[in-house]
RNA sequence: UGGGGUGUGGCCAAGCUGGUUAAGGCACAUGGUUUUGAUCCAUGCAUUCCCAGGUUCGAGUCCUGGCACCCCAGCCA
């Protein structure tokens, strides 16, 4: 590997604390956090972010990262996800140490700032219905005009809240909200709620509270509290921030946190609102939200991405306030890169013709010596079995090949990869015409793949023994959708309609070299000239690992035969 | 003139207080190596930085005026 091969290290959150740094701001400290929500499973965008926050923890000296679970909205939270969360961000190699938080945790302390709040007249319990509130709020280019329960006491205002506490009023009866300017250009600055009644149980604190802080209130005194220097969020919450700024100014907090704003993660052919990954959950148009297809992180783990591919691509695409739209190529670049580095190399054919080798001695096996990583010999080598019946990939033969079709047709000399030079002399075809056995003879001279009389071939193919061979699953999995655009407005129709119908092609029995027979689950191997494999972890078995295509080699044959 | 943002090659993206030939990656193209049409290597790929004026010896970087796109009217985050 090249070192200092990390690119694009300079960005402008990096500048910004650098900056800091110079000024000796915050005591010279770096500290930020990773804040979901507990309501879903973690996608590639928030791999950015988690990149994003953790990377600048461990850039800076003495920096740190806290995970946080933003979990002020109990309807849709649950368990299951702060522990999948938790999952995810250490298989992408990140540490929180003993720092995993959750807003929940700060109820009280949230509590008692809001009835410091109230004392100042900063805020007010406001009876007015979710309509009228509305109503009330006014437009874009209008203001709006004031709550009529506006200039209640600070007392009234401290009993009322009291008593939402203690579950006197039901969902929706009142509210607590800042005071702060109803004719404000920025809407989230005309009197925000700041407590709403909700009389659900919180997954973790039970039914302890009927009243739960918004994420505005308390994502800002979450931070100052763990004594965050720079809380970065996406773009969406920029109008938010003079609301971060101003709770912050109000209360007798620890400390300010600089809210940073950078532009969410858009990849093509890919949709990542939570919405609609979970439509496609429920719905079953995959098998989870771990089907290999899917952009969540334990999708693309079960698909065999890996944690150190994933974080380069984080790292290559950048960080701006730029709205911008990824490749999905450059992902799978990435992994390609990474796996081409890591992997071992076999032999597997998916779409089985068999070749009968007829000079070949009858029952006989040899054993042939292979390297399992070309330009890596620390990584050893295997034997494989050669036998006078092998299967080789339908499309490695052609009756009538094009100009430029190294591979086999009839008459023609291929080399089998570590073994011997073949030719063709024969092509049996079924009644329907079908090809379904290629007869060839082999040129013992050439064992291990050269000629000794200097004679070269042009093509090499792969092959698996006939009688040696493992059957097993395969599943080649393409991208989930077919156009770069699936969820944009422009197109009539509904973004589920762009779906691949062809994203996940199954064969049942394709013929593996057997050292695969102990492949591990998660193990991940080269198919020579076809593609990355892993061994899937939730359906395989002993003694029959299956495998899921993670993604195609370059084919560069595919570029030339469509000129 | 409701407010807040963003505009550098096909896709990303560096570019500090204006100063010689506008980084780098991806993609693409061509050539070389190769027992994977893989990998690897080499070369090429923006007279120009949304547009129009202006300031300056000199502007992607400063000023003025336009244009385009994104976000905001949850008791979601």
């Not at 100042?120 to 309509?131: E, N, T």
């Amino acid at each position: 590997m090249s070192e200092n091969a990390n690119p694009a290290t300079s960005n402008f959150i990096r500048n910004i604390i650098d900056a800091d740094l110079k000024q000796n701001k915050n005591d010279g400290r770096v500290h930020t956090r990773f804040p979901p929500e507990p309501n879903g499973y973690l996608h590639i965008g928030h791999a950015k972010s988690i990149c994003l926050n953790f990377g600048i923890a461990e850039a800076y000296p003495g920096g740190l990262c806290n995970l946080r679970f933003d979990d002020t909205n109990p309807e849709k939270e649950d368990v299951e996800y702060t522990d999948s969360i938790q999952n995810d961000v250490k298989w992408l190699g990140f540490d929180w140490g003993d720092r995993l938080f959750y807003a929940s945790d700060y109820y009280e302390q949230l509590f008692d700032y809001a009835k410091n709040l109230i004392r100042d007249g900063k805020a007010y319990v406001c009876h007015l219905s979710a309509d009228e509130t509305r109503e009330y709020r006014g437009t874009l280019t209008e203001p709006g005009k004031p709550s009529p329960y506006r200039d209640r006491s600070a007392a009234e205002n401290l009993d009322l809240f009291d008593r939402m506490r203690a579950g006197e009023f039901e969902e929706g009866e009142c509210l607590l909200r800042a005071k702060i300017d109803m004719a404000a250009p920025n809407m989230n600055m005309r009197d925000p709620a700041i407590y709403r009644i909700r009389k659900v149980a919180h997954h973790r604190t039970g039914n302890d509270w009927c009243i739960y802080p918004m994420y505005d209130y308390t994502h800002c005194v979450s931070d100052a509290l763990e004594g965050i220097t720079h809380s970065l969020c996406t773009l969406e919450f920029e109008d938010h921030r003079p609301l971060y700024d101003w709770f912050l100014d109000q209360l007798p907090v620890p400390c300010h946190p600089q809210q940073i704003e950078f532009a969410r993660l858009n990849l093509n052919y890919t949709v990542t609102s939570k919405r609609k990954l979970n439509e496609l959950v429920t719905h079953k148009y995959v098998s989870g939200w771990d089907d290999p297809r899917m952009p969540t992180i334990v999708g693309m783990r079960r698909r065999g991405y890996t944690p150190e591919a994933i974080r380069d691509f984080c790292d290559r695409i950048g960080l701006t306030k730029n709205d911008t739209v990824i490749d999905v190529g450059v992902l799978e670049n990435c992994v390609r890169e990474d796996l081409d580095r890591r992997t071992r190399r076999v032999l597997a054919v998916l779409d089985p013709l068999k070749v009968v080798i007829e000079n070949y001695p009858e029952g006989d096996t040899e054993y042939l010596d292979a390297p399992y990583h070309p330009n890596n010999p620390d990584m050893g080598q295997r034997q494989l079995p050669f036998s006078k019946e092998i299967y080789i990939e339908q499309s490695d033969f052609m009756e009538d090949p094009p100009k430029k079709f190294f591979r086999l047709g009839p008459g023609r000399e291929v080399r089998l990869r570590y073994a011997y030079f073949i030719t063709c002399n024969e092509v049996i075809k079924d009644n329907a015409g079908n090809i379904i056995e290629l007869r060839c003879t082999y040129d013992p001279e050439t064992k291990g793949g050269n000629a000794p009389d200097g004679r070269k071939v042009k093509g090499t193919i792969h092959w698996v023994s006939a009688e040696h061979a493992l059957k097993t699953e395969v599943r080649l999995y393409d991208r989930l959708f077919n156009d770069p655009k699936p969820d944009s407005n422009r197109h009539e129709q509904d973004w589920k309609d762009f779906l691949n119908t062809e994203s996940i092609q199954l064969i049942k029995e394709a013929c593996l070299e057997p050292s695969l027979l102990h492949a591990k689950q998660e193990d991940s191997f080269q198919f020579e000239r076809t593609g990355y494999f892993c061994v899937d972890k939730k359906d395989s078995v002993n003694g029959k690992p299956v495998f899921n295509r993670t993604v195609t080699l370059r084919d560069s044959w595919a570029k030339e035969k469509n000129k």
